[in-house]
């Protein structure tokens, strides 16, 4: 298990931007894909954008593709997720995930894929 802690969420207007981050914890020595889910109000948690351990690929939810950009930077041990062009049905819990033991350019993309869950930041466009 690695501790996450995600961070950056807020209200913005529709056409704004905002820039998630999530951190591990320290001491986290294994490597590991990173992803992004979403969860509005009652409705299912589902995939947003993912990045391999080696950053060299991404993959991104088509309902976000071309607004959402996944990036990490392992020397800081974070991952982030640049939200632009925001629209309201945007507006969710936004839960950052690890999946150990990944190498190379491996992508996971759902949520049973994931063993290590932060515990959220709320994301809230308003139109």
């Known amino acids: 298990q690695v501790q996450l802690v995600e961070s950056g969420g807020g209200l913005v207007q529709a056409g704004g931007s905002l820039r998630l981050s999530c951190a591990t914890s320290?001491?986290?020595?294994?490597?590991?894909?990173m992803g992004w889910f979403r969860q509005a109000p009652g409705k299912e948690r589902i995939f947003v954008a993912a990045?391999?351990?080696?950053?060299?690929?991404?993959y991104c939810a088509d309902s976000v593709k071309g607004r959402f950009t996944v990036s990490r930077d392992n020397a800081k041990n974070t991952v982030y997720l640049q939200m632009n062009s925001l629209k309201p049905e945007d507006t969710a819990v936004y839960y950052c995930a690890a999946k150990l033991g990944t190498y190379g350019n491996y992508v996971p993309q759902s949520v049973a894929d994931f063993g290590s869950w932060g515990q959220g930041t709320q994301v809230t466009v308003s139109s």
């Open positions: 320290e001491g986290t020595y294994s490597n590991y894909a």
């Open positions: 990045i391999s351990w080696s950053g060299r690929s991404t």
